[in-house]
């Protein structure tokens, strides 16, 4: 473990004086205290040390935020807003993002634990071109001209308009860009938002508000209320105001939210979790299918929602395969996220690194063989070794249940009957992402297109685009992100006849 005496010192002067500023709610662009006055602790989990703390808004703040979102939605001056100077706004957004690009990624970096690289690489990064993406979809959101079947002359058309007052709620793994994957579309299709980010990782949702604040967005438009997901997260699922919900995180909490928003039958949108299976035939690249079963499972820890945590290999490759993995897990350096030479940082928390340790002695009882890794490190902070464990079956819960963290089930496949390691691959109540790797075009193409899931990686596992839609099959979710399909969901269509 790589451990620079204090990783704080690399801090930058920007993120030492955005920690130091006393954080508040972003309601109505005004900074306010939460009207219950109580706060919530921030940790750094590669030390286990508090970084600051944040307000833990409640239901009544939620009151007032979405109070601010319906006027500025229902009779604010974005209401009149013509789509050009709404996506100038969110474009203006994007550029503030990049002009902060590396203070965001060090926040990031010390806020969630993720390498700093990582964090200005993909999530930053990943962010400001969503943002630019969906500013360019603002101008061009169309309906349609309908011809009837009614005997009578009419001329119809769509209108696809906002669909009003949104809650966002997002979890901790990638915290700026999954805010960002949801506020991006949301605000380019004219909607007004209320942003929860997770309790352990706020940070950069309060730095966005204050960007967003700097583009000039009319006050309103975007709110922040950082808080706990059963009280702040409850009350905006809940809320009788709010027109629609987009959570992302785990399944469990999915269904609370699906049940709170029967009140007022608010759109909900959910991207849920996921066990993705990597399929490797025996004729793939070894070397191709090495690196990207490795990453699949250990970029950003394991704790990605895509994450390709269940392994079939095809027997006559199968020593190969695993030989690379266990090389390329034992090769990983692990370390402080701030240190720029840090490939895996720490879990999200105790609590975390404790559930995922319990998987892997739960997989071990059960038979499987632990081929690196199993084990913490150090002796602060929240750390666990890249895992990779075989001799695994669809029977363990290491198998079937997320895990959430760097731990790879690897299992071997022997015939050629590509039935059956489909069917393996689908055995799951997930169906986020999945991929395979063949130099087979045909073999491809079939598998691709049996597989249960929202995103299938042919010779890649993470497919995602800010252009590509992005979602889950069966309990992995409702909905999509990203691409048109993202516009279109935080969209009504409305019919209009004209009686001619
Ligand atoms: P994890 O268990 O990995 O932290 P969660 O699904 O619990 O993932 O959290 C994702 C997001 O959902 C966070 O912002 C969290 O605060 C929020 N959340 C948790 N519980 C609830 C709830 N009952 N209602 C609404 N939001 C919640
Ligand atoms: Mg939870």
Redesign the pocket.
Known sequence: MNAPANPWNLLRDDVRAFVARPKKLFIGGQWRDPVNGKTLEVFDPALGTRICTVPAGDAKDVDLAVAAAREAFDNGPWSRLNPSERGKLVWRLADLLEANADELAQLEALDNGKPVTDARGVDVAFSIELLRYMAGWSNKILGQTIPLSNPAEFHAYTLREPVGVVGQ????NFPLMMAVWKVAPALAAGCTVIL????QTPLSALRLAELVQEAGFPPGVFNVVTG???TA??AI?AHPDIDKVA?T??TE?GR??LKAATGNLKKVALELGGKSPVIVFGDADIEQAVAGASSAIFYNNGQTCTAGSRLYVHRKVYDKVMEGIVREASALTIGHGLDPATRIGPLISAEQRDRVADYIEQGRKAGAQVLTGGGSVGSAGYFLQPTVLANTNAGMSVVREEI?GPVLCAMVFDDDDIDSVVRQANDSVYGLAASLYTRDVSVAHRVAKRLKAGTIGINTHHVVDVALPFGGFKQSGWGREMGYEAIAQYTEVKSIGIAL
């Open positions: 709620i997002v979890p901790w929860k980010p997770a309790e706990f997901g059963e997260g409850a699922a959570f995180g785990s909490v609370l939210i959430f």
